[in-house]
């Protein structure tokens, strides 16, 4: 079937813009998952989404960047006023329930870069 | 979370089995050991993961001490393709456990 899916591949902005990242995650699966690598660093977890709770939004490291899951399926991350130190793989993962006995599926990321 | 310490890296020859060991002494009783690997600029792939009991998949197989203080994964013939940076990583069974805590991993590199 169908993996998890993100758009852009690539994006590429002045800093100072607004930019929009797509995730579409595995179908069926309830729990849906951002992460982010700075170049040669390790994976920041940023938010993730439960069914219709409220997002566990305690990675997100500033107020410029938020999520929302629409329908309970694809999911966007927005970052405002982009900075230099904004520019990252932007991960997206989903598993069928938000548990340690299931597995994350991750997408092929979204590479940022700020200029 | 509890904490999981692994190698930085170690190399292996094509062909051949490789045992990756991750620590983890002060692992509760409904932590899951989950092993996910990030091939170069690609994504993390899971791999596979266990409670107590020894597991198995196509991909690689889990093996857990009995105590569950300590865990291998083994790949059972490297391949090239299997050059990748490996996270043990700890997730919690009992409650609703979010996000993934991924540690720096071992670095695996797979020589011809």
């Known amino acids: 079937g169908a993996g998890v899916s993100q758009s852009p591949s690539n994006k590429v902005t002045e800093k100072g813009k607004d930019v929009e990242l797509r995730c579409d995650p595995i179908?069926?699966?309830?729990?849906l998952y951002w992460y982010r690598q700075s170049l040669g660093q390790g994976l920041e977890f940023l938010i993730y989404f439960q069914g219709n709770s409220a997002p566990d939004k305690s990675g997100l490291p500033s107020d410029r960047f938020s999520a929302e899951r629409t329908g309970g399926s694809v999911s966007t991350l927005t970052i405002q006023r982009t900075q230099q130190e904004d520019s990252a793989v932007y991960l997206c993962a989903s598993s069928l329930v938000s548990s340690g006995r299931t597995e994350q599926y991750f997408g092929p990321g979204t590479r940022l870069t700020v200029t | 979370d509890a904490k999981t310490t692994q190698p930085n890296s170690m190399e292996s020859n094509e062909e051949e089995p490789v045992h990756l060991p991750c620590n983890h002494s002060t692992i509760s009783g409904t932590d899951y050991i989950h092993w996910y690997r990030q091939l170069p600029s690609q994504g993390p792939e899971y791999v596979i993961h266990?409670?107590?009991s020894n597991v198995n998949n196509r991909m690689a197989s889990l093996a857990i001490a009995e105590d569950r203080k300590s865990s291998t994964l083994i790949l059972h013939r490297a391949t090239l393709r299997d050059a990748a940076v490996y996270y043990c990583?700890?997730?919690?069974?009992?409650?609703?456990?979010?996000?993934?805590?991924f540690g720096k991993g071992t670095k695996l590199s797979v020589k011809p």
């Open positions: 990583i700890l997730r919690d069974g009992g409650g609703s456990q979010g996000n993934l805590i």
């Open positions: 266990g409670l107590t």
């Open positions: 179908s069926g699966h309830t729990a």
